[in-house]
């Protein structure tokens, strides 16, 4: 009896913690776990927001250090007065046509970023974002269609005398872009046709621009 009477307590512990008691607790715990996951969520955000606007601050600090000037987000209205100005500052205007999130379009901008640590000051990026903006994909089309080229394609950059459709970051390009910089550099009229192509192009598919004729 008396060892019957010394187990007793233990089952009633045992019956006290009855498994809706055992679920309460479990939903508990998981309830706090959850406002702790929040918690910890809501400071990565803050933390990956703090960086990301470092870089960009830093970014923006290293552009200006090495001279490298860019406007990536041009529309038909304004593109040619963006290049009379370029050119009435002394430096090359360089048009491109790339798509926010094309991978090559990427590589060349960097490529660029990079070629402005040699070349300081001598140019600036001009950039029309074609995959979201549908007007600047029309006039892009347009200045495919005048080259010969075929159309639709990203990045094409026009610098000086010369035109470059497509970035192979296997093979690329860039002691030719950086000719064509060069050349370009030393001339007194730094952007015809950038200035003709995208003038015939914007009046052809009947858009308006306030930049200056195109043959100026």
Not at 46 to 71: F, H, K, M, N, P
Not at 111 to 138: I, V
Not at 198 to 215: K, P, Q, T
Request: proline letters at 3%; a negative charge; hydrophobic letters at 40%.
């Amino acid at each position: 009896m008396m060892s019957h009477s010394q187990d007793m307590p233990l089952l009633t512990l045992r019956r006290t913690t009855s498994p809706s008691m055992r679920r309460h607790a479990s939903q508990t715990h998981c309830r706090r776990i959850g406002v702790h996951q929040w918690l910890t969520l809501a400071l990565a955000c803050l933390i990956a927001a703090w960086v990301a606007i470092g870089g960009l601050i830093a970014r923006d600090a290293y552009d200006t250090a090495i001279g490298y000037q860019y406007s990536d987000r041009l529309t038909p209205d304004g593109v040619l007065d963006a290049i009379d100005e370029t050119r009435a500052s002394g430096t090359v205007p360089v048009v491109i046509f790339w798509g926010d999130g094309c991978k090559h379009c990427a590589a060349e901008m960097q490529a660029l970023r990079q070629l402005a640590e040699e070349r300081p000051g001598e140019f600036m990026l001009l950039g029309m974002e074609t995959w979201q903006d549908d007007s600047n994909a029309t006039v892009r089309d347009e200045v495919e269609r005048e080259l010969g080229l075929e159309t639709g394609k990203v990045p094409l950059l026009i610098v000086g005398s010369r035109v470059f459709q497509g970035y192979d970051e296997d093979n690329p390009n860039d002691a030719d872009i950086a000719d064509a910089i060069a050349d370009a550099y030393g001339n007194t009229d730094r952007a015809q046709l950038a200035t003709q192509l995208l003038g015939d192009a914007i009046s052809n598919v009947g858009m308006s621009d306030g930049g200056s004729d195109a043959g100026d």
